[in-house]
């Protein structure tokens, strides 16, 4: 059963700062992997989209990567700014007709 | 990219009543599932809405809690039956138009049963 688990579940850092948040999945059989961001109470925005034969997109001041073979994705952010602050969530869609499994999540505050 | 309207967007119920939430996306999808989000946790996968047949419900889920419609490629509605407060949460539309392509979700309806 595939696992997905975001590590820090939270991050606090100073506006500017330049950061990474990881993502680790369980089974390396993935079709794809997407990073979101959910604001408090808010629905989930789309940030990126990784397809497995892929090994980074970029949008902006973001950078995903991805190491299937590894199970690991990570979410680069560019120069910080507070209204980066949210929560980040990976996830990926395992193959076949499955739904997207889910991370927690990381809680980022970037501090003025 | 698609974007997804939830109605209502929140509403506050009296516990043994019903509540149905509407998601309606601006252009053809594939697949449309709900989602459940208790306070400070993650997202639960409630069912995957299948257009004219039954929903495909995940673990833990029935259709007799939860009954869900999908008439067309564009719309679905999600119930959620004899509520108890345990049911307070955020329940959210989502939809794709493949396997390859990103998932899009909605706002969000958020829920209080008292």
């Known amino acids: 059963k595939q696992e997905v688990t975001q590590i820090p579940a939270a991050l606090s850092v100073p506006e500017g700062e330049n950061l990474v948040l990881n993502c680790s999945f369980t089974?390396?059989?993935?079709?794809?992997l997407q990073w979101f961001r959910q604001d408090p109470g808010k629905g989930l925005t789309s940030l990126l989209l990784?397809?497995?034969?892929?090994r980074e997109q970029t949008s902006g001041r973001l950078n995903a990567s991805l190491d299937k073979s590894s199970g690991r994705s990570t979410l680069y952010i560019a120069a910080s700014q507070p209204g980066d602050s949210a929560t980040y969530l990976c996830?990926?869609?395992?193959?076949?007709?499955?739904?997207?499994?889910f991370g927690k999540g990381t809680r980022l505050s970037v501090i003025a | 990219s698609a974007v997804i309207s939830q109605k209502p967007s929140r509403d506050i119920c009296q516990r043994g009543t019903s509540l149905t939430i509407q998601c309606q996306v601006d252009?053809?999808?594939?697949?449309m599932f709900w989602y459940r989000q208790q306070p400070g946790q993650s997202l639960t996968l409630i069912a995957t809405?299948?257009?004219?047949?039954?929903?495909?419900?995940e673990s833990g889920f029935v259709i007799d809690k939860f009954p869900i419609s999908r008439p067309n490629l564009t719309f679905s509605t999600l119930t959620v039956s004899n509520m108890s407060p345990e049911d307070s949460s955020i329940y959210l539309c989502?939809?794709?138009?493949?396997?390859?392509?990103?998932?899009?979700f909605g706002p969000g309806t958020r829920l209080t049963v008292t």
């Open positions: 089974d390396s059989a993935i079709y794809n």
């Open positions: 990784i397809q497995s034969s892929q």
């Open positions: 809405a299948n257009q004219g047949s039954e929903a495909t419900y």
């Open positions: 996830a990926v869609r395992p193959p076949g007709n499955t739904p997207l499994v």
């Open positions: 989502s939809a794709t138009r493949g396997l390859g392509t990103e998932q899009y």
């Open positions: 252009s053809q999808v594939t697949m």
